[in-house]
């Protein structure tokens, strides 16, 4: 609705009836105006900040008058100096939440045990903002309200709908269906409703501390693609083990039980692996009838050598060395002098002198 009030006026306001070019603009106004995508996960990103930011890092290391090798040791290093900060970064919320929070508790004690830092300073940031909002109640239904949200300076009013039994609230800003944390408004709202926690189904797992511990997917959702199954579990395999490295390696016994168990879990794995290669082939190979049967008891026993079938060699195939180009210069050179030595030479006469030519 205010979308729509704010371009009428713009068009009243400067006589653009009749502009061909913003008619089209307002008729695709579903791919440009954010307000229309309030309701799907952006995390507040455009479609051109990844790129924007990729040039960015690139033009800071590289000029005009490198080289390409030093091109490739610059990128390196700041690969690295980012994945170092990234580290940092990790440690420094690993170490817990600032100290001025837990002297107050309520709901930012609890979002900063739960969220990183930087998203701390955003939840604190719109919980500062929610402070100075006038909140009256508009209706009342059991356990459902609804509430009407304005600031002083400002005549925008937000609803907000808050059920007390279930803990949901839905605000008309979308923030959290954009971006997945709390506006000031709901969070107004939980202060009003004395709620001194998050609720589980508001807190968005990629902002918080344990994000990087926690499996995205599941591998039953992917059994369609064989592909996307095998690269799920190693990204899955890749992330747990690198978690048992981490701690393994504080320590020498941490580093031998790991490595212990990790040659244990080899031989399991080779087993299984030996097992299921068995049952796949005498199930496509044979029919169930001759499972039983000596001979191919003994292969499966191992008693008697599985060899290569036979082969024939196909035509063309040879087995003489492939000569390298130099060689086969020289070959061309020898065969070109004995062809020139056996050349007959003839005899002319040029202005009365004897000339010999091969």
């Known amino acids: 609705m205010e979308f729509e009030s704010t371009?009428?006026?713009?068009?009243?306001?400067?006589?653009?009836?009749?502009?061909?070019?913003?008619?089209?603009?307002?008729?695709?106004?579903?791919?440009w105006c954010p307000t229309f995508n309030l309701d799907f996960f952006s995390a507040k990103m455009k479609s051109t900040q990844r790129s924007e930011s990729t040039n960015s890092v690139l033009h800071q290391i590289m000029k005009t008058s490198m080289s390409l090798i030093e091109?490739?040791?610059?990128?390196?290093?700041?690969?690295?100096?980012?994945?170092?900060?990234?580290?940092?970064?990790?440690?420094?919320?690993?170490?817990?939440?600032?100290?001025?929070?837990?002297?107050h508790g309520g709901i930012l004690s609890h979002a900063a045990k739960v969220y990183t830092l930087a998203l701390f300073g955003m939840f604190e940031e719109e919980?500062?903002?929610?402070?100075?909002?006038?909140?009256?109640?508009?209706?009342?239904?059991?356990?459902?309200?609804?509430?009407?949200?304005?600031?002083?300076?400002?005549?925008?009013?937000?609803?907000?709908?808050?059920?007390?039994?279930?803990?949901?609230?839905?605000?008309?800003?979308?923030?959290?269906?954009?971006?997945?944390?709390?506006?000031?408004?709901a969070l107004r709202v939980f202060l009003v409703n004395n709620v001194n926690h998050?609720?589980?189904?508001?807190?968005?797992?990629?902002?918080?501390?344990?994000?990087?511990?926690?499996?995205?997917?599941?591998?039953?959702?992917?059994?369609?693609?064989?592909?996307?199954?095998?690269?799920?579990?190693?990204?899955?395999?890749?992330?747990?083990?690198?978690?048992c490295c981490d701690k393994a390696a504080l320590t020498d016994?941490?580093?031998?039980?790991?490595?212990?168990?990790?040659?244990?879990?080899?031989?399991?794995?080779?087993?299984?692996?030996?097992?299921?290669?068995?049952?796949?082939?005498?199930?496509?190979?044979?029919?169930?009838?001759?499972?039983?049967?000596?001979?191919?008891?003994s292969y499966l026993d191992g008693k008697r050598p599985i060899l290569d079938p036979p082969h024939v060699r196909k035509k063309g195939i040879t087995n003489f060395r492939i000569k390298i180009q130099l060689e086969k210069k020289q070959r061309k050179k020898k065969v070109k002098d004995a062809t020139t030595s056996k050349a007959p030479k003839t005899i002319s006469m040029v202005h009365g002198k004897y000339k010999t030519s091969t």
């Open 7 to 31: 371009w009428s006026k713009m068009i009243e306001m400067h006589n653009l009836k009749d502009n061909t070019w913003l008619d089209r603009l307002y008729q695709i106004r579903e791919k």
């Open 71 to 103: 091109v490739i040791n610059f990128y390196k290093e700041k690969a690295a100096k980012m994945r170092q900060d990234e580290i940092n970064e990790d440690f420094r919320c690993k170490n817990g939440a600032p100290g001025k929070v837990h002297k």
């Open 127 to 185: 919980s500062n903002s929610g402070m100075g909002l006038n909140c009256v109640a508009t209706n009342h239904c059991e356990d459902n309200f609804t509430y009407s949200l304005s600031s002083g300076e400002s005549r925008r009013i937000h609803i907000v709908h808050f059920n007390r039994a279930e803990l949901s609230i839905c605000c008309d800003c979308k923030l959290f269906e954009t971006l997945g944390l709390l506006c000031c408004h």
């Open 198 to 243: 998050i609720p589980d189904k508001y807190i968005s797992s990629r902002w918080t501390k344990d994000a990087k511990k926690r499996l995205c997917c599941s591998v039953d959702s992917f059994k369609s693609n064989e592909k996307s199954t095998h690269v799920l579990c190693m990204s899955n395999l890749s992330l747990l083990w690198y978690k």
């Open 253 to 297: 016994h941490g580093t031998k039980i790991a490595m212990d168990s990790l040659s244990e879990l080899i031989c399991k794995l080779e087993k299984s692996s030996a097992d299921t290669n068995k049952v796949e082939d005498v199930g496509k190979k044979c029919p169930q009838d001759l499972i039983h049967d000596d001979a191919v008891q």
